[in-house]
């Protein structure tokens, strides 16, 4: 385990996550500080004033007006200097950089997807520069999810129908948990990703392959190439496997029953319109769980799972 890491939080590698962490140190220990005090002060006064069996009137005194200023004044002003501070560090953290790298970033049951500047695309890998700051511009295509990494101490909701925003700067090459902190459901505890953080070079040289290759590929080695990194494997096999959809294997063609008893014939315009409106026709047998692709997948992109579906006899 990284030195820098401690019981309570796992080792920082962004810009601003010391800075988090000594406020996250500040409040606990001011907290401990006055949990002691009170518990402390309590057990005493309890002790000294408990019940001796002989019956005495109390004091006359109601109030003592310079004890109750203290302990009202002393944590307010705490209360006042922590929000001050803690208002900065947001800002810092939430106002990104005017040469910040933009990568949208989408979340869905149950993945993430992520398109860099070029069009280049990934599921569940963040790939990004270390020391360069990079901007995520994020939305949700079904219900509310939250994009967390730890070790970056960034954490943001992601809601359908509007964008949200945050933004890093990683100190260090790695790779770095991503993780979903909002319930969305039944895969909620598989959305998991990764950040991987590069050299410069390295990562100006991953994203020129990853853009050549894509527009290198013949129409059906692009639909595998996209069946893998747009998660559609998490759920059809190409093996005939039963998953949590129906294989894909041997299907196009295929006459399949529905869920509301009719049947349909598995053919370019179906692929469509369950690839953008999952909703609209559901197989029997299966659950109503598949996200839409819709502002995900391209025509092309559409086109070339087709023709790969087309191949798998």
């Not at 006055?34 to 005495?56: D, H, M, P, Q």
């Not at 990934?122 to 020391?131: A, D, K, Q, S, Y």
């Not at 979903?180 to 991953?206: A, F, I, R």
Request: with cysteine; hydrophobic share 40%; aromatic share 14%.
């Amino acid at each position: 385990m990284d030195s820098t890491g401690t019981l309570w939080l796992p080792p920082g590698h962004s810009t601003f996550a010391s800075d988090v962490d000594f406020l996250f140190y500040v409040i606990a220990y001011l907290s401990l500080a006055f949990f002691v005090i009170v518990t402390v002060g309590s057990l005493y006064l309890a002790f000294r004033y408990r019940n001796k069996g002989k019956r005495e009137l109390t004091s006359g005194i109601a109030h003592n007006v310079p004890l109750e200023v203290t302990w009202t004044l002393i944590p307010t002003i705490l209360v006042f200097v922590i929000f001050v501070w803690g208002f900065k560090d947001y800002l810092k953290m939430h106002v990104s950089p005017k040469n910040a790298i933009e990568v949208k970033v989408s979340g869905q049951k149950w993945f993430w997807s992520f398109e860099y500047p070029g069009g280049v695309t990934e599921v569940n890998t963040l790939t990004v520069p270390v020391g360069k700051p990079v901007s995520l511009l994020m939305s949700s295509q079904d219900v509310i999810h939250s994009f967390f990494v730890p070790a970056f101490r960034t954490k943001m909701d992601v809601l359908p129908n509007r964008y949200t925003r945050l933004w890093f700067e990683a100190t260090a090459e790695g790779e770095y948990d991503i993780y979903c902190t909002e319930y969305c459901g039944k895969g909620h505890s598989e959305m998991l990703g990764k950040v991987l953080v590069l050299k410069e070079q390295d990562y100006n040289n991953w994203l020129s392959e990853a853009a050549a290759a894509s527009s290198s590929l013949s129409l059906e080695e692009y639909g595998e190439q996209l069946y893998r990194t747009k998660a559609c494997i998490t759920c059809h096999s190409v093996d005939g496997t039963a998953n949590q959809g129906p294989t894909w294997k041997g299907i196009f063609g295929k006459t399949e029953k529905l869920a509301d008893g009719s049947n349909v014939t598995i053919d370019e315009n179906y692929i469509r319109e369950s690839i953008l409106n999952p909703m609209a026709k559901i197989t029997a047998g299966y659950q109503p769980i598949m996200p839409t692709f819709q502002g995900i997948l391209n025509d092309r992109d559409i086109d070339a799972l087709i023709a790969y579906i087309k191949t798998l006899e």
